[in-house]
């Protein structure tokens, strides 16, 4: 993995934000924030990827069906960003 993206000793939000990233810089930043959401005991997540053609959304949706750190994933509902976003559930430690 990456090197951690936030300050020493202070736990990941529980969302990322992958709107306007090109498809790689997605990806990378996707797979550092699980790990560390992951480490810090995070069990539930929302990935930011916004509405758009659904390009993104598709792909993050199907890097997230290929991690060992993840329990399930769904579309947000209302008040949660619906299409724009996909709530992760993490699996337990």
């Known amino acids: 993995m ?16 992958l709107r306007r990233l090109t498809a ?3 990806i ?4 550092t924030y699980l790990h560390d959401a992951f480490v810090s005991g995070l069990k539930q997540i929302k990935v930011v990827h916004g509405k758009g053609t659904g390009t993104l959304r598709l792909l993050v949706r199907r890097e997230l069906g290929k991690n060992s750190l ?6 947000g509902g209302p008040g949660e960003g619906r299409e724009g976003v ?6 337990e430690k």
């Not at 300050?7 to 939000?13: A, E, I, L, N």
């Open 2 to 17: 990456s090197e951690n993206v936030y300050p020493p000793d202070t736990p990941p939000v529980d969302e990322v934000h």
């Open 24 to 26: 790689d810089e997605a």
């Open 28 to 31: 990378t930043k996707l797979d």
């Open 70 to 75: 993840v329990h399930s994933f769904r579309p």
């Open 86 to 91: 996909t709530v992760v559930e993490l699996a």
